[in-house]
């Protein structure tokens, strides 16, 4: 019923920028909340930064000053601003929306897409 689309991912050095966009599509009356989240190999996944439909942010103590997350409502899509990369920012990186359908809040993920930070 809803669909997550993500771009932007990539490989980059140390200290670089990457940024990362979801489009979100389907049949919903409008988005409660849009975010990132990632998972490194043998870690559980975690939260990175989320916005909110009245746009309140949050953002996970180890990206704050680095990441900034904005979205288009227009285009239902939310970017992820990455700068000053590190190694531990490896990982695979997945959007998640929660957005008003008929029956209720629908909570949904996006493929993932891999980013890769090498020293």
């Known amino acids: 019923q809803v669909q997550l689309v993500e771009f932007g991912g990539g490989l980059v050095q140390a200290g670089g920028s990457l940024r990362l966009s979801c489009a979100a599509s389907?049949?919903?009356?409008?988005?409660?909340?849009m975010g990132w989240y990632r998972q490194a190999p043998g870690k559980q996944r975690e939260l990175v930064a989320l916005?909110?439909?009245?746009?309140?942010?949050t953002y996970a103590d180890s990206v704050k000053g680095r990441f900034t997350i904005s979205r288009d409502q227009a285009l239902n899509t939310v970017y992820l601003q990455m700068n000053s990369l590190k190694p531990e920012d490896t990982a695979v990186y997945y959007c998640n929306a929660i957005t008003r359908l008929t029956a209720g809040p629908l909570n949904s993920w996006g493929q993932g897409t891999q980013v890769t930070v090498s020293s």
């Open positions: 389907g049949s919903f009356f409008s988005i409660i909340l």
């Open positions: 916005i909110r439909d009245g746009g309140r942010t």
